[in-house]
């Protein structure tokens, strides 16, 4: 069974920094470009990051970028984020994804078609 599980959230301060963990298991995705996204409290799902399959290519959320950074390990079949300089506006269940259909960047959620349980996030003093 292919699944994805999401490890690392946590509640932490601001300025603090966190790295979640997404570990795959019952099929490999290292041809696949892997996501994450966030869904805070009463807000729909967003687009946080996402990596092409060989990690040669990376995007992020503008609300991100320079804070972020995602990588893989394709022989672990594990994807990473790293939060730095978190913000209480960062608060959000996080999700690992996968879109195994593609090979190259994608933001939009309906293109991914495996997704983690999510991992609590919450950025507060």
């Known amino acids: 069974q292919e699944q994805l599980v999401e490890s690392g959230g946590g509640l932490v301060q601001p300025g603090d920094s966190l790295r979640l963990s997404c570990a795959a298991s019952?099929?490999?995705?290292?041809?696949?470009?892997m996501g994450w996204f966030r869904q805070a409290p009463g807000k729909e799902r967003e687009f946080v990051a996402a990596i092409s399959w060989n990690g040669g290519g990376t995007d992020y959320a503008d609300s991100v970028k320079g804070r972020f950074t995602i990588s893989r390990d394709n022989a672990k079949n594990m994807v990473y984020l790293q939060m730095n300089s978190l913000k209480p506006e960062d608060t959000a269940v996080y999700y690992c994804a996968a879109a195994t259909s593609s090979y190259t960047i994608v933001v939009v959620s309906w293109k991914y078609d495996y997704w983690g349980q999510g991992t609590q996030v919450t950025v507060s003093s």
């Open positions: 019952g099929r490999t995705f290292s041809l696949s470009t």
